[in-house]
């Protein structure tokens, strides 16, 4: 009853607007939404950066650092940053303490407050540097160390305070609060993902969308709801204040009804967002990697399942006998076409399902064609493959007479990832048979190792497996020592190590005499890199490399 409620306000808000016609998302551009004023990709990608060094660094998470971060940033930054800039004219290349550079980005994803206050004190709004370059980054830096030091001869560069000072004087406690809400920024993009250019560069093309849907719904509409993604572009542009009031200004009354990270929204307003996005572009609202990213009825909506580990060194570098995963996300949308309600009889007999195009051929995921409707994009599949996958196929299948449990297929089609990787937002539509489909993903990003120890033969000394073809090899001579052996394999079964430990000594014949067994303290574990070198079918040699 409620869902139905909504779209009949999404419709009729859509129905006043009937000289608007059904436009593409690829299709939106600067004439038609705003001007961006800043490369909103480069200046993301710096934005997840800094929020991952900010995460990192638990010396600022402590309240006496805050506080004084906070003096230091009113007191000193401000009116040095203001004395410098001319209004109406590009932020001078200077950046701040690594401290005050927090608290203005936080005051900043406050644009109503951080407008009075820059105008309040300075009678301006002060703006930020677009500094996307390391160097000009460290240049920037340097260059506000010489202004600071000339200025502000008594007061250090650095933040100085003891992290559990006491008696420290807090002068802004909203500030303090909007800074105490921001230090789990990170968690929400922290996805190694988000920093690929592809999938910046769909981010950038949705925010337009949503900006786009804005400008010609906001008088109709409680609030917007942005997707993560968009949120993303939403607080990148709003980090630069300047820019984003001047980019804004025709609109600057409808922003306020873009719903922030942190606030509680209602249903009505997650819902009215889809229909809306899904009325304009013919689209679902929600895609892989652009999931609602808002408080919902007070429970933060569930991390994916999958725990991507960033780090900027790859073990593979050292084991070449390694080679890396790479796994992405993808949902898959489902929608009838409107000529589907006349086959109405037909559904209850057909269904689809999804399977892979490569590998994984047992894995068949069936959804019945009666979960589908006809004036909403229904999320049938949300999956986490490897990019080894190749891609994805999505067969509509009729099932048979109750004499016969098997399916005979009726259509097919493939999302191939590398076509997905070069479509628009990174997301495909397709159809089979008047059922409608959109798949969307994120760019593939290297994942954890997956690595599988099995038992394998017994080996000597050498590293041969005892067998009656090594023994023929050496002229009968007989194999010294005795090892268990194990084979690590990776995600393919492909062979990268193998793990001796050595239980056994002495010479076996075939006769009376048998390896005698080691001690515990003198057993050894060895691993050697690489795959078994084969002689005769399974029969082979562990490889020389070793590793102890």
């Known amino acids: 009853m409620f869902q139905s409620q909504v779209r009949q306000m999404s419709n009729q808000t859509l129905n006043d607007m009937s000289s608007l016609t059904l436009r593409s998302l690829s299709e939106i551009s600067e004439t038609d939404t705003v001007h961006l004023g800043v490369d909103l990709v480069s200046a993301a990608r710096r934005n997840i950066g800094f929020l991952r060094s900010v995460d990192e660094c638990q010396w600022l998470q402590q309240r006496a650092t805050i506080i004084e971060a906070i003096r230091r940033y009113d007191e000193v930054w401000m009116p040095l940053i203001s004395d410098l800039t001319v209004e109406g004219s590009t932020p001078p290349m200077v950046l701040p303490p690594f401290d005050v550079e927090w608290v203005w980005f936080c005051h900043t994803l406050n644009p109503v407050s951080y407008r009075k206050y820059c105008e309040s004190r300075f009678s301006k709004l002060i703006g930020k540097p677009a ?137 009505k307003e997650v819902e009215e967002t889809k229909n809306l996005w899904e009325r304009t572009f013919d689209q679902p609202y929600e895609k892989a990697g652009g999931g609602i990213a808002v408080e919902l009825d007070k429970v933060i909506l569930a991390k994916p399942p999958l725990y991507w580990e960033v780090s900027d060194v790859d073990v593979n570098t050292k084991y070449k006998s390694m080679i890396p995963r790479f796994l992405l996300e993808v949902c898959v949308f489902v929608r009838f076409n409107a000529r589907m309600k006349a086959k109405n009889g037909d559904k209850k007999h057909n269904f689809l399902r999804l399977r892979m195009v490569r590998c994984h051929r047992e894995l068949k995921l069936d959804k019945p064609i009666t979960n589908f409707l006809y004036d909403t994009w229904w999320k049938a599949w949300h999956l986490y493959p490897e990019f080894g996958t190749k891609g994805l196929m999505v067969e509509l299948r009729g099932r048979g007479s109750h004499r016969f449990k098997g399916s005979k297929l009726l259509n097919s089609m493939a999302f191939y990832w590398n076509d997905l990787l070069r479509a628009p937002s990174i997301t495909l539509t397709r159809e089979i048979d008047q059922v409608r489909i959109v798949a969307s993903i994120t760019p593939p990003v290297q994942a954890s190792y997956l690595l599988k120890c099995v038992p394998d033969r017994v080996t000597d000394d050498s590293g041969a497996m005892i067998s009656d073809v090594i023994l023929k090899q050496n002229n009968y001579r007989p194999q010294k020592g005795r090892w268990l052996s194990r084979t690590v394999l990776d995600h393919a079964g492909r062979e990268c190590f193998v ?33 078994w070198s084969y002689v005769a079918g399974s029969i082979g040699k562990a490889p020389v490399q070793r590793k102890w």
């Open 499 to 531: 793990v001796r430990i050595r239980v056994g000594g002495g010479f076996w014949r075939r006769g009376a005499e048998t390896p005698s067994s080691v001690n515990w303290e003198d057993r050894i574990i060895e691993i050697r890199e690489g795959s």
């Open 131 to 267: 500094i996307f370059n390391e160097e000009n980054e460290e240049y920037a830096l340097m260059r506000c160390k010489e202004i600071w030091v000339q200025r502000y001869s008594s007061e250090p560069f650095e933040n100085e305070v003891e992290s559990d000072s006491q008696d420290l004087l807090l002068i802004n406690e909203d500030l303090f609060n909007e800074v105490q809400k921001q230090r789990f920024l990170y968690s929400k993009f922290s996805e190694p993902y988000m920093c690929e250019l592809v999938y910046l560069i769909a981010a950038r093309q949705r925010y337009r969308g949503f900006l786009y849907m804005m400008q010609r719904f906001g008088d109709g509409c409680f609030g917007f709801v942005p997707a993560l993604d968009i949120l993303l572009m939403l607080l990148t542009h709003q980090s630069y204040p300047t820019v984003y009031v001047e980019d804004l200004k025709d609109m600057w009354d409808y922003m306020g009804k873009a719903v922030g990270l942190w606030k509680t929204v209602e249903e």
